[in-house]
């Protein structure tokens, strides 16, 4: 089979969580590019709908869904609209997340709920629903969980991100314990883990230490907007079927050193 016919997603459906915007709204797009109809999810409808216009623009066949996954009740929820338009879910992205600074010695507990609500225990949740509906019954399956290199390391100063950092290192391992699990059924379950990026999540923090991370970033750069549509296309695709349970780092080789 030749590499472009391995990287087609025509006929795939794909859901993005946090689709609206951001990280999350590259990757949809990078997947209806190679021909998925995609399914994408967030707290706000408005921005769904603007996101919803992008894709539409560039032949994307697109559905909307708005809701929040930092509520383990409304999970289900989030399934049925796909499968009523689409059928089924060939593709996940978990992308949706949250973050909150703070010292750690004085992390709120609530901060602390509402990170690992949203940022592992939906990722958690919503894979095993879609496991269960619509990947193990049909023996096949694409999971890319989008983590973090935070959570690989420490922070550098500035940051004090506690439960992101945690969270995002449990979804690493996470990544690796449903591929060990799920790969008799055939689900690659693989992470991504992006350096950073400019997003509405990193705007002040960058605006203190974007020229540090620059500067200590072999390309020298921040990741753009293009970055990390090669990442999602390939491990949703079948040029990635003898992958699972590995996380690939876009960060411009920031973690080097």
Not at 29 to 43: C, F, K, S, Y
Not at 162 to 176: D, E, H, P, Q
Not at 232 to 252: C, E, I, N, P
Request: proline share 5%.
């Amino acid at each position: 089979m030749s590499l472009k016919r391995l990287l087609d997603l025509s006929g795939k459906v794909a859901l993005v969580t946090g689709g609206s915007r951001g990280l999350g709204l590259q990757m949809a797009e990078a997947l209806g590019e190679m021909g998925a109809r995609v399914a994408i999810t967030a707290r706000k409808a408005p921005e769904l709908e603007v996101a919803a216009k992008h894709l539409g623009a560039l032949g994307v066949e697109v559905l909307t869904v708005p809701v929040d996954l930092g509520r383990r009740e409304n999970i289900p929820a989030t399934l049925e609209p796909v499968l009523a338009r689409f059928g089924t879910v060939d593709i996940l992205v978990n992308n949706a997340g949250t973050t909150w600074g703070a010292p750690a010695e004085d992390y709120p507990a609530e901060a602390w709920d509402k990170v690992m609500r949203l940022n592992i225990d939906a990722v958690f949740f919503l894979s095993q629903l879609v496991a269960r509906k619509c990947m193990i019954p049909r023996r096949s399956g694409k999971i890319v969980n989008v983590a973090s290199v935070a959570g690989l390391s420490g922070n550098p100063p500035g940051m004090s991100t506690i439960a992101y950092n945690a969270s995002k290192g449990a979804a690493v391992n996470l990544t690796r314990a449903l591929a060990a699990e799920w790969g008799k059924y055939d689900i690659n379950v693989n992470a991504i883990c992006p350096g950073f990026f400019p997003s509405r999540m990193t705007h002040g923090l960058l605006d203190v230490i974007g020229k540090t991370v620059i500067e200590s970033t072999p390309l020298g750069r921040l990741g753009g907007d293009e970055d990390l549509k090669g990442a999602v296309a390939f491990l949703a695709s079948d040029a990635s079927r003898h992958v699972t349970g590995q996380y690939l780092v876009v960060d411009g080789g920031a973690s080097l050193w």
